[in-house]
């Protein structure tokens, strides 16, 4: 079982860049989420998908993010324009009970 | 906004001690986890306690829940260097038509030879 793959590991860009984050869920797993981790605000829930469609974005900062998952195996967060204050952790998790399964995270630094 | 809140925020012991972390929440809930992340990784699920057990037991690892007093404590016995991580509760409740988990700040555990 490969787990949740997240790609890619790291990232660094510059502020005005776009930054797309892709996340593969565990195979038969229906809901997937997106959460940011930084030390001031710890692990924050942004967006979840049930059976590809979000069904609660309530936690998604600002129109400048977006994300879509556009079949079970895929899903994107996109970030544009990004900002410095978007450097974070950003972790894609999928579940099929009420247990998680966090990806590795993708470690996003904007400069 | 975090629902649960560890204590102690850090901890720190000898290899063969037992380790005791604490979370205490807000809100009512349907169940609460605990995860464990290890330095620059995933987080990974521990165990899952549901507001009508009272203990659970997995190995070394023992939960209790207190929804009278809205708290949980994870107990690792017998630690290991191994054991060394952040650990985190998460309360789950249906309150939005899926389990959605809150998770509280953590707390890092180290374990010294």
């Known amino acids: 079982d490969a787990g949740v793959i997240q790609s890619p590991r790291h990232e660094v860009t510059e502020m005005g860049q776009e930054v797309t984050l892709r996340c593969k869920p565990i195979s038969g797993h229906n809901s997937l989420f997106w959460y940011r981790q930084t030390m001031m605000r710890g692990l924050e829930l942004l967006i979840y998908f049930n059976n590809n469609v979000p069904i609660d974005d309530s936690g998604m900062p600002e129109d400048r993010f977006s994300a879509k998952m556009p079949n079970a195996s895929f899903s994107t967060l996109k970030i544009q324009p990004s900002e410095p204050r978007d450097s974070a952790v950003y972790f894609c998790?999928?579940?099929?009970?009420?247990?998680?399964?966090f990806g590795p995270g993708t470690r996003l630094l904007v400069l | 906004s975090q629902q649960g809140e560890e204590d102690p925020q850090a901890l720190s012991i000898q290899e063969g001690e037992n380790a005791t972390m604490n979370c205490s929440y807000k809100?009512?809930?349907?169940?609460l986890q605990w995860y464990r992340q290890n330095s620059g990784r995933g987080l990974v699920h521990l165990i899952l306690i549901r507001s009508n057990e009272r203990e659970k037991h997995s190995g070394r690892l023992r939960v209790t829940l207190d929804t009278s007093k809205k708290s949980s404590s994870l107990l690792i016995t017998a630690s290991r260097a191994a054991d060394t991580a952040s650990y985190f509760c998460a309360t789950g409740d249906f309150s939005g038509g899926y389990n959605k988990l809150i998770f509280g700040a953590g707390t890092r555990l180290a374990v010294h030879p």
């Open positions: 998790a999928s579940s099929l009970l009420e247990t998680q399964y």
């Open positions: 809100t009512s809930i349907n169940n």
